[in-house]
Each structure stands twice: as structure tokens, then as C-alpha cells.
């Protein structure tokens, strides 16, 4: 008997109702629940370690996965209540109850050795596969990967939002071989390493385990023993593209925007990662940005700090309004001007800060020394730090 033989009669030979601890006309929700509960009960991730109990419980979990695999499956399903009516009936040749001394390669070899036609094999071969589990385990969908880049945009296009065209260099499927990693017009088989899991247990110490990508197959369940000569069996190859991204208005300097479904392509129908712009933001000559509000320093003379005065102060938009200083304005002193700062996401304005800087001139020419010796003057000479440094103040 074939290996693919052994696999087929083994399974005819298999209550997978009674795995799952269903009865055989349970509907699909219930199996499904019970497959869950007892996956979660037995996955190698929820008993970790080498213990009898531990390898026991990875046993059954292996047991659990493979009856869903085909009860969970309609049309698997079907082929095989099939199959196990002819087996418990004694139909197409099978010994009722049991294979006793029968030789089930009669039924599951490529001919019937009673006479021409087609067995059990022909039959259900689309549910065990043509040959020796070649074909039995489809590779998960597995997602993309996801992209890093950056891009550098204006101040005014940070507060209003920009479309930018973003050149990527990303990790995409092989054209060649379609992301499998095999050569084109070769077959697959099973991973032996991982037994077609995608993923192997791996002890980290201290009694701990856990999964890990297969090694050998990379996570695609599947390995080809030739090798796909364009990529060299990764499967990925790389591609150039130029795609558009949407900055939203009011990002940050150094923020990081997520870009969904705009990453690398995903394999056997997986979704595509996602696309991550590091943001940077040139600065503005005149205008700076604290949270949602503008900031501005606005240099004044003593004689207007003093005196008081109306400053024209300019706003992002373009327009100017007029900042009121009232007589003694400190240096430093910040006003607010309402409704001229970033757009929020919620759509109101932040405002806009603007900050006082009083200029001392560096050259005074005769008129201006005489008039600023003329206020020392009328000061009478007292001064700012009187009792400042005196000790015990």
C-alpha cells in the first residue's frame, strides 16, 4: 500500500464527530464551538513545556485541528460521511465495521484489483489528495508587510493638509513564482519541520515556550524541493511604486501617520500592510507652533512698550491685524489673538500667541542719547536692584 493509500484508509477509519465530542448531524456553529473550546484547551501556546501532560495535550491538539479540517469543511464533509457510510456498511468492498484482514488497497489504488474502473481513491481524491499529503494543506493567507518612510512637507501644508507623492521601494510577491518560493511548474509538499503548521514551539528558558516561524518553510506551511530561480526560494522579490498619501491637516513635526492597506502585498490573498510616514516640518521664517496655537515674536521700541502703542502684527493667512499695547508693556509679555491659530480636527482654530520683545538699540545717534540721558535724568537715579543683592533680603 502506498503511503497516500495509508493515509486514506487510515482516515476512513476515523470518527472526527467524536474527536470534537459532536454527533453527527451537528451544524456548523456547534462544530465550530467545539472545535474552539477545545483547540484553546490544547494549543501547544497554553501548555507550554515537555512534560507527558504537555505532549499529550499537543497530540490532541493536532487530532482537534485535523478532524475540523474536513468536518469544518462542507464539501469535505460530505465525501467524508460518505466515505465512512460505505466503511461502517461493508459498502464498496469494505468489511463491515472494520478492515480485519482486508487489503484496503483495493479500494484506494489506482485500480480496482477485482477489474478495470476506478476505487475509493477516484472517488475521494479531491478530499485526501492525489498523492501522499501533497496537497492537503492550503497555505494560510499571510499579510503583508508593513513599510516605513518619511516625508518632509511645509509649515502651512502641516496646518492645512497636503496630498504628497510618495516614491516606495517595498517587498512584494515574486512575479515569478507568485510569492510560493518554488520553481514554476513544480509541486508542493508538506513542510516536514513544522508538519504543515507554519509555525514550530521553541523552548526560551525557564520552563517558557513559544511559536515561531518555521524555519524551513518560512511560515507558508509548504516547501518546494526545486527552488524558484528568480527569488531563490523567499518568495519576494521588490517593486518600485508611486503612490498618493494624504497628510491630514494639523500633523506635527515628527509625527508618525499610518497609511492602512498601503504596504507591502500580502500572500495567498492576505491583506496588504499598512504604510508608516515619518512626518517632518520645515520651519516658518516668522510663525512657530505650540499644540494647536501659532506663536509669534513681535519686536516694539522702549518708547512704544513705554508709551503704549497699536502694532500691525501679520497672521498665517496672510492679512495683518493690530495688536493694542497698553502704556508699561513688559518685555516678554504674550497676547492672544483669538481664532488665527491651527485647525483642530474637530474644526475650531487655535490662536495665535504673540509675544513682546523690546529692542534696545545698539547705536544711539546724538538726539536719541541726549533724550535717553534726559530720562536717567528725570528718574532721579534710582535704580531697578535697589535692596536686590543687599544680604539677608
Known amino acids: 500500500m502506498s503511503a497516500d493509500e495509508g493515509v486514506r484508509a487510515d482516515w476512513a477509519t476515523k470518527d472526527f464527530y467524536q474527536v470534537l465530542g459532536v454527533a453527527k448531524d451537528a451544524g456548523a456553529a456547534e462544530i465550530k464551538k467545539a472545535y474552539r473550546t477545545l483547540a484553546r484547551q490544547n494549543h501547544p501556546d497554553s501548555n507550554p513545556g515537555d512534560s507527558p501532560e504537555s505532549r499529550a495535550k499537543h497530540a490532541r491538539f493536532k487530532e482537534v485541528a485535523e478532524a475540523y479540517d474536513v468536518v469544518g469543511d462542507p464539501d469535505k464533509r460530505k465525501k467524508y460521511d460518505e466515505l465512512r457510510a460505505a466503511y461502517s456498511s461493508g459498502g464498496f468492498g469494505f468489511p463491515q465495521g472494520g478492515t480485519g484482514g482486508f487489503d484496503v488497497s483495493d479500494l484506494f489504488g489506482d485500480r480496482v484489483r477485482a477489474g478495470g474502473g476506478g476505487g475509493l481513491g477516484d472517488m475521494f481524491g479531491d478530499l485526501f489528495g492525489s498523492r501522499a499529503r501533497t496537497t492537503t494543506t492550503q497555505p494560510r493567507p499571510r499579510r503583508g508587510s508593513d513599510v516605513e518612510t518619511s516625508a518632509t512637507i511645509g509649515f502651512t501644508d502641516a496646518l492645512e493638509g497636503v496630498t504628497i507623492s510618495l516614491r516606495l521601494t517595498s517587498d512584494s510577491p515574486c512575479p515569478a513564482c507568485s510569492g510560493t518560493g518554488g520553481k514554476p511548474g513544480t509541486r508542493p509538499h508538506i513542510c516536514t519541520e513544522c508538519e504543515g503548521a507554519g509555525f514550530v514551539v521553541a523552548s526560551t528558558g525557564g520552563g517558557f515556550t513559544m511559536n515561531e516561524t518555521c524555519p524551513a518553510c518560512g511560515g507558508r506551511q509548504l ?118 491659530g491651527a485647525r483642530r480636527k474637530d474644526g475650531t482654530v487655535g490662536d495665535l500667541l504673540a509675544t513682546v520683545e523690546v529692542q534696545v538699540p545698539a547705536v544711539l545717534d546724538q538726539a536719541t542719547r541726549e533724550a535717553v540721558e534726559a530720562y536717567r535724568a528725570a528718574h532721579g537715579g534710582q535704580t531697578l536692584r535697589a535692596g536686590l543683592f543687599e544680604a539677608g533680603t
Do not use: W
Open 223 to 340: 516547501v518546494y524541493d526545486e527552488p524558484c530561480p528568480t527569488c531563490h526560494g523567499s518568495g519576494r522579490g521588490m517593486s518600485a511604486r508611486t503612490i498618493q498619501a494624504r497628510i491630514p491637516a494639523g500633523v506635527k513635526d515628527g509625527q508618525r501617520i499610518r497609511l492602512k492597506g498601503k504596504g507591502g502585498a500580502g500572500e495567498n490573498g492576505g491583506p496588504a500592510g499598512d504604510l508608516f510616514v515619518s512626518v517632518k516640518v520645515r520651519p516658518h521664517r516668522v510663525f512657530g507652533r505650540a499644540g494647536d496655537n501659532l506663536t509669534l515674536t513681535v519686536p516694539v521700541s522702549f518708547d512704544e512698550a513705554a508709551l503704549g502703542a497699536e502694532v500691525k502684527v501679520p497672521t498665517l493667512a496672510g492679512s495683518s491685524v493690530t495688536l493694542k499695547l497698553p502704556p508699561g508693556t513688559p518685555n516678554g509679555r504674550t497676547f492672544r489673538i483669538r481664532g488665527k
